[in-house]
């Protein structure tokens, strides 16, 4: 009898190890450069809160991200602009519906490297050094310098916000250096004296000098002031309404623990926002 029990132990201990571990639920997010220190950090604190749940994350920009939406590689697209009506229909074709969530407010500030003296531009000397026809530091106030001009990819959001805000629709000179991240942009224009770049307000940091537009620095006050002339709405794009733990991270992202999260990156949350009169983020 003794036997028989330690037999039947022996069976139920091999079956509770031979049973398969209970699956990770996997949240697959990818697109937008500027809005990656954002998904970065809410992702960190919603798998230490939820710790079932993998979240995959990677940059690539914002027409990236709204591909692998519309090719269903992505539960979430992050993008920096609005998602374009031919994407859209695009998306539908294949039976994906696109839904908009806003999740923050950015500027775009031009940057240049901390030895130059120029400290503001106007939007129209700007559009003039992007499109080539300022090249020479001396024509907007600084040295006898050659301007080095470095804007984000085409496949970047913030360089289709920029080209919309700035630009005015212009084409950006065939000179300029081409980055494939914001990150790319703040390393290259820090590098070298003679150059000019923007970012999203979060990647700002002291290794570059932000200018002012307008005579306006950029900041959250003069973003919901609206008197900062070049900011845009950061989004995440599912297909269809989330459900889920898709659902619970977007959720997080928009809630007050993950709007502080945005703060702390350098964007403007949208709680501020909303006490502001600032449009809230469709859904």
Known sequence: MKKIMMWILSCL?????S??????TTVVIKGSTTV?????VALEAYMKAHPGVNISLSGG????????LIDRST?????????KDKEAASAREKGVEPVEHIVAIDAIVPIVNP???VTGLTIDQLSQIYQGKITNWKEVGGDNMPIVVVSRDSSSGTYESWGHLVLNGAKVTPKAQLQASSGAVVQTVSKNRFAIGYIGLGYLNRSVKGLTV?????????????????ARPLYMYTNGKPKGEVAGFISFVLSPAGQKLVEKEGFVPLQVADKKGSKKGRK
């Open 13 to 17: 201990l091999l079956s509770a190890w």
């Open 19 to 24: 049973l398969p571990a209970a699956a990770a």
């Open 36 to 40: 990656l220190p954002i998904a970065q």
């Open 61 to 68: 920009g914002s027409g990236e991200g709204i591909k692998a």
């Open 75 to 83: 539960d979430i697209a992050n993008s920096s602009r609005e998602i």
């Open 115 to 117: 030895r130059n003296k």
């Open 214 to 230: 307008n005579g306006i620095v950029a900041s959250a006050q003069t973003v919901l002031a609206k008197t900062y002339p070049v």
